[in-house]
């Protein structure tokens, strides 16, 4: 009994919360329109038939006129019923994949769990014929065309992010582009496909020793135990989305604008960007042989200076 008024007033507390937060946002900043998002995404070239893995901050875009699902309504719009849409649902109780391994009891269930990946995740998931896969801290969602495909298999792959997993799939997609909609470098899990794609012969042992099961339930109730491995700390203390390694983000950025591979433009209010996910990882790779990665030091980015822009590169 308690604890279920507890509940209800931490329920109440965080909408308050929220309500204050939509009306500051409200009056003060630009308020933008579905229309107004698709038109942006447009300009940054996305397409009809593109299936995009999205990143993104909802506060960035200005404040927009119904919120979280008239973002989602203008991505669809975007890449139309022949394209698809991956979005971050990861549920990370305690922050990070090692404190779900330490937690005595885990069992993630995706009829129970939401995501800590931020306010459009969230109303993504909650939006209708939308797949999630089953995974104990990674679990994505997905619309469109290549929904089912994408999502079907997370918790038989070996992996969390290699062979099997939806980003390994989604690399194989038509038209797939990794999106960030007012986010910079940072918090862009494609990063992860490489590793986990390389293995041991990744240059930066990223991940501690044992790898865990942890326990999922499908969406029909059964068990599963999938196989995770948590980073190791004091690794993922130097990586890119590390509040500390601005050096790193800008240092990704200037790359990949050079290398012409990245789209920049402003959707509503937000500086966005966009690559296309095969040529994205192709030149992770390259960059890995040349020892950058996202957990480069100082001394490893100034050891290599950022690529002569191309001749295609696009403002
Ligand atoms: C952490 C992160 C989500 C924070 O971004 P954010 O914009 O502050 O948070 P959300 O996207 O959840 O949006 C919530 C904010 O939108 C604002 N908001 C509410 N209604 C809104 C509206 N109609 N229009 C615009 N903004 C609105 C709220 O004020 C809220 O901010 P508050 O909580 O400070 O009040 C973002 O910086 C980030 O890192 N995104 C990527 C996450 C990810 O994919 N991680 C995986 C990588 S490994």
Same mark, same amino acid.
């Given at each position: 009994?308690?604890?279920q008024?507890?509940?209800?007033?931490?329920?109440?507390?965080?909408?308050w919360?929220?309500?204050?937060?939509?009306?500051?946002?409200?009056?003060?900043?630009?308020?933008v329109?579905?229309?107004?998002?698709?038109?942006?995404?447009?300009?940054?070239?996305?397409?009809?038939?593109?299936?995009?893995?999205?990143?993104?901050?909802?506060?960035?875009?200005?404040?927009?006129?119904?919120?979280?699902?008239?973002?989602?309504?203008?991505?669809?719009?975007?890449?139309?019923p022949?394209g698809?849409?991956?979005?971050?649902?990861?549920?990370?109780?305690?922050?990070?994949?090692?404190?779900? !391994?330490?937690?005595?009891?885990?069992?993630?269930?995706?009829?129970?769990?939401?995501?800590?990946?931020?306010?459009?995740?969230?109303?993504?998931?909650?939006?209708?014929?939308v797949?999630?896969?089953?995974?104990?801290?990674?679990?994505?969602?997905?619309?469109?065309?290549?929904?089912?495909?994408?999502?079907?298999?997370h918790?038989?792959?070996?992996?969390?992010f290699?062979?099997?997993?939806? *980003?390994q799939?989604?690399?194989? !997609?038509?038209?797939?582009?990794?999106?960030?909609l007012?986010?910079?470098?940072?918090?862009v899990t494609?990063?992860?496909?490489?590793?986990?794609?390389?293995?041991?012969?990744?240059p930066?042992?990223? *991940?501690?020793?044992?790898?865990?099961?942890?326990? !999922?339930?499908?969406?029909?109730?059964?068990? *599963?135990?999938?196989?995770?491995?948590p980073?190791?700390?004091?690794?993922?203390?130097?990586?890119?989305?590390?509040?500390g390694?601005?050096d790193?983000?800008?240092?990704?950025?200037?790359?990949?604008?050079?290398?012409?591979?990245?789209?920049?433009?402003?959707?509503?209010?937000?500086?966005? *960007?966009?690559?296309?996910?095969?040529a994205?990882?192709?030149?992770?790779?390259?960059?890995?042989?040349?020892h950058?990665?996202?957990y480069?030091?100082?001394?490893?980015?100034?050891?290599?200076?950022? %690529?002569?822009? %191309?001749?295609?590169?696009?403002?």
């Open positions: 009994m308690l604890e008024a507890k509940r209800a007033a931490r329920a109440a507390l965080e909408a919360r929220r309500a204050a937060g939509a009306r500051h946002v409200r009056q003060n900043a630009p308020h329109t579905r229309a107004g998002l698709a038109a942006g995404l447009e300009r940054l070239g996305i397409a009809p038939g593109d299936t995009l893995f999205v990143h993104s901050s909802l506060k960035s875009l200005g404040y927009v006129e119904g919120g979280a699902p008239a973002v989602i309504a203008a991505l669809q719009d975007a890449v139309g022949q698809a849409l991956l979005l971050p649902a990861y549920y990370l109780p305690g922050g990070t994949v090692r404190a779900a !391994c330490a937690m005595p009891d885990y069992v993630f269930d995706p009829r129970r769990h939401g995501t800590h990946m931020g306010r459009l995740p969230e109303a993504f998931l909650a939006s209708p014929g797949r999630r896969s089953i995974h104990p801290t990674h679990s994505v969602c997905a619309w469109g065309r290549h929904a089912a495909n994408l999502t079907e298999a918790h038989r792959a070996p992996s969390t290699g062979m099997g997993s939806p *980003w799939r989604f690399i194989g !997609c038509e038209h797939a582009k990794v999106l960030g007012g986010i910079s470098m940072g918090p494609f990063y992860h496909a490489l590793e986990d794609a390389m293995g041991e012969a990744f930066v042992p990223v *991940w501690e020793d044992e790898t865990r099961l942890l326990a !999922c339930l499908d969406h029909a109730g059964r068990r *599963w135990d999938v196989p995770v491995r980073f190791d700390p004091a690794v993922a203390r130097r990586r890119i989305d590390h509040p390694r601005e790193l983000r800008e240092y990704f950025q200037r790359e990949f604008d050079a290398a012409g591979l990245r789209v920049n433009g402003q959707v509503g209010d937000a500086a966005s *960007w966009c690559i296309p996910a095969q994205f990882y192709d030149h992770l790779c390259q960059l890995a042989s040349e950058v990665t996202i480069a030091s100082a001394a490893q980015l100034a050891a290599r200076p950022v %690529s002569q822009p %191309s001749p295609h590169a696009r403002a």
